[in-house]
């Protein structure tokens, strides 16, 4: 193997990460994306052996930061009614991205990352979605997602399911900040319910029934029609 210089790696092998690296982290779920992945795997393999992992490492850190912080202050620019969609957007699009840009750095992750900093490419990654969007916007987007919750149909369940159980992901004590919101989405939140309890979870069931009827949905539709004889 040829001998790759820092200059070599500054001038040839980086730029062609750092434009794969842009698309990825743009592309629209479903989008083609014209880069050829063998020739970005062997890019990353051959910086990795010629002992430029760590200099790699920095400006992978450093791209996907300013990305972050380019989508955060779209986010903050973002109108109430387009703020929670827009977060479920960039959450799943950024979470999409990862999905081709930790594999396409393996070697780097397990040559560098796991053996001398003990620590996991993804694991960093979405640490810094963490810091540089989620930890910006939660204290915004929580009371949104509060509002929509009491207000059925305001937001799609899926577009709510995904939010939800993004941002445990991202940092499961978050979940304190709204519990019965959480528990909806994700198993085992809440503790186990008690006798007394019931009579509150079945008027909170009747409240969303009155709430589904006002919004045009008929009793009919809260039950499986009866089988066929």
């Keep these: 193997m040829n001998v790759i210089t820092i200059e070599d790696y500054k001038s040839t092998y980086w730029p062609k990460l ?122 915004s987007l929580m009371p949104l997602l509060l509002e929509a919750q009491s207000t059925p149909f305001q937001v799609t369940p899926s577009t709510m399911a995904n939010i939800v159980k993004g941002l445990y992901t991202l940092r499961p004590e978050w979940v304190q900040m709204a519990p019965t919101l959480f528990s909806k989405f994700i198993p085992n939140i809440l503790p186990p319910a008690v006798e007394s309890e019931l009579s509150e979870y079945a008027a909170e069931d009747q409240k969303l029934q009155r709430e589904l009827i006002q919004n045009g949905f008929t009793r009919q539709a809260f039950y499986p029609p009866p089988p066929p004889f």
């Design 18 to 139: 750092d434009g794969a690296i842009d698309q990825l982290l743009t592309q629209s779920p479903g989008d083609y994306i014209p880069i050829s992945y063998e020739q970005i795997y062997s890019c990353v393999y051959k910086c990795v052996c010629q002992q430029h992992s760590e200099q790699m490492y920095s400006d992978l850190i450093k791209k996907i930061t300013n990305h972050l912080e380019r989508v955060s202050k779209e986010l903050q620019a973002s109108p109430p009614d387009l703020y929670i969609e827009r977060f479920n957007i960039a959450l799943g699009q950024y979470m999409g991205a990862l999905q081709s840009i930790v594999p396409l750095f393996i070697y780097m992750n397990k040559f560098y990352i796991e053996t001398k900093l003990n620590r996991d490419l993804k694991d960093d990654l979405i640490k810094l979605f963490t810091e540089h969007v989620a930890e910006k916007h939660i204290y």
